[in-house]
DNA sequence: AGAATTATATGCGAATTCGTATAAATGTCG
DNA sequence: CGACATTTATACGAATTCGCATATAATTCT
């Protein structure tokens, strides 16, 4: 028997190709992304793109879910508990304002809120990508958070899962007003009074 | 002299044109809803459209605007200061996610954070009206929550701008777990807890 | 009534857009 | 070296999309 790939070898690098479409997604959302735009800025042609990975939208998924398995692999580093809580979620929202605001030119966002959101709607594949990427990040902070309180830094009676949620909700909203271009320092000032109320012990 | 309108009148409402647009814009984006659909849900042809209105971006503006309007004026109804400050909050977020849910579809969000999120970085005319929003929606709250301070339900030492972004943070993440099809009951969880963390008194 | 003014109706044209069909290239296996 | 398998290159076609150009309709002013 034989097993060596038969056939012209590919020339293209996949993740490579992922990371230059997700540039484009990312800046101008999946629907004003043409296909030869893709084609230009990944170097492939139309039908190398349609081979490796399909249609327009299943190239965004895969563009999305590489996005969020990075993402949530750099969070839960982040979250690795060596910290305080407090010191970790801060750290949290710094980076991810960081990635937010990276652009040179109009501040990005989040790939996922700022371009899924909109196709969510009519694309229930990209709807169901972003709920569950929602979850996944929020997943890793309910956990961080629920040692937090076994460790006795946040009240034992604290709502892990509800104080996960208000932790993602900025997370989002960070991402929202980066998008709508506010200023570096207003995105920050949300991250304190949010890591202030998140981390308080009860009166 | 005189002064009466010259010329054919108008057929169309320029109101109601708005609203029809806005449900297209709404559920499907910018990008995706064409001057042909629009076209056919106002019962405009596509002239009467670019004299009515501009170009398609002008349009969609013009429907952000009005949403935005309605919907601040809507906020600052239920923030009278008739009731407590928790009580108004708590309906502000119910009733702002029975807005992000109506649709017998798949949730819609808010046509703000869910559509302009999107076109904000390569149209700085959309990008400045969601900001421009975004503190619209904030302010209202933020002036609530300094009254709440003044009467003594929050802390003197509370930060009324900080916890207005807060809340705005809250609003902006029901916007986009709507749109990523999340069920009403995730939703009010992150409203209660939410208000829950907002009014509380410092220990 | 007729001229002037503004809105609506129809349709054209140039440009995009996306998928695929066909042909050429580049490798492996017998 | 020749048959086969797979990728890349080129190009086509059908469908949209947007703005405008031209023609028609409805109203006011003289």
Chains 1, 2 share one sequence.
Not at 24 to 32: C, D, K, R, V
Not at 101 to 110: I, L
Not at 159 to 174: I, R
């Amino acid at each position: 028997m034989t097993n060596a790939k038969r056939g012209r070898p590919v020339q293209y690098d996949r993740e490579q190709a992922l990371e230059r479409a997700s540039d484009l997604f990312w800046s101008a959302g999946f629907a004003a992304t043409s296909l030869d735009d893709l084609s230009a800025a990944t170097q492939m042609t139309r039908p190398s793109l349609a081979g490796a990975f399909g249609d327009k939208e299943a190239l965004y998924i895969a563009a999305l879910m590489r996005y969020r398995d990075a993402s949530v692999d750099a969070m839960r580093e982040i979250l690795s508990g060596k910290r305080s809580l407090r010191t970790e979620l801060a750290e949290v929202l710094d980076k991810a304002t960081d990635v937010y605001m990276a652009s040179a030119d109009a501040a990005r966002g989040c790939l996922l809120i700022g371009t899924a959101s909109v196709e969510a709607v009519h694309r229930p594949a990209v709807r169901q990508v972003l709920q569950e990427s929602l979850g996944a990040f929020n997943a890793v902070l309910e956990e961080r958070i629920r040692n937090a309180i076994a460790d006795g830094e946040l009240d034992p009676e604290a709502n892990a899962a509800g104080l996960a949620s208000v932790t993602s909700a900025v997370m989002h909203s960070l991402a929202v007003r980066a998008r709508a271009g506010e200023p570096r320092d207003a995105l920050d000032k949300l991250s304190d009074v949010a890591v202030d109320l998140i981390c308080r012990k009860r009166p």
